[in-house]
């Protein structure tokens, strides 16, 4: 098995669900576009962004130790992260609606509503959680919890918007070893017609000047 496959199998279980739940809060399922064509409907924990999130926490990000730079793995202190707050939010009694307490061991952030995680993004990036109840390398760390959140909302928004998901089974190889297998579903949701030589995402915004003598130009 590639090693990147067989790493994102061997995540915790408690991992996984906690991004699973992540995602699918992020961009979720979307029943009321089935109108519009079943892939309208396709959120983020459909297309395996979970997966996408795991391996970037673990692979791409780094921390500086010392003087030297040096690859930490973020996914499970962040899926703790993520846990602890959402511990905190049914603590406060601020959560919106009652945790699945069948869920509650695996996971406390997939327990409770999508609403309520989105609130616990909000309760972290603000800083109203017990920082000292964090792991490391949260803990006590109110920057790094900003910049974190930040970047789960936005790789998760990547992850499922970019043509990551149309990799299919090569998604998990290194860059070099990706094949696109099928038109990128986010790129359909979002009306991107897809790559061309040349391609400009904006050339400039339209400009009508009018000349002497009345004439306008367009440029």
Do not use: C
Request: net charge negative; glycine share 10%; proline share 8%.
């Amino acid at each position: 098995m590639h090693p990147a496959k067989s790493y994102a199998l061997s995540a915790s279980p408690h991992t996984i669900a906690t991004f699973r739940a992540l995602v699918e809060a992020i961009v979720p399922n979307t029943p009321e576009l089935a109108p519009f064509g079943a892939e309208q409907t396709i959120g983020a924990s459909e297309l395996g962004v979970q997966d996408y999130m795991i391996w970037e926490l673990d692979h791409t990000l780094a921390l500086f130790f010392g003087m030297e730079l040096t690859n930490f793995p973020l996914s499970a202190p962040t899926a703790g992260m993520l846990n602890s707050g959402a511990v905190q939010l049914v603590a406060s009694g601020h959560a919106q609606h009652a945790p699945n307490e069948s869920l509650w061991e695996t996971s406390p952030y997939s327990a409770i509503a999508p609403p309520d995680r989105i609130r616990v993004l909000a309760m972290l990036e603000e800083l109203i959680v017990d920082l000292g109840a964090l792991p490391p390398p949260y803990r006590d760390d109110g920057g790094f919890v900003k910049f974190i959140v930040d970047y789960l909302v936005r790789g998760t928004m990547f992850g499922h918007y970019s043509e990551w998901s149309a990799y299919g089974t090569t998604r998990l190889d290194t860059p070099t070893e990706r094949r696109l297998e099928h038109f990128p579903i986010g790129w359909r949701q979002a009306g991107y017609p897809g790559v061309s030589l040349g391609y400009r995402a904006l050339m400039g915004f339209p400009l009508t000047i009018v000349r002497k003598g009345g004439e306008s130009t367009i440029v």
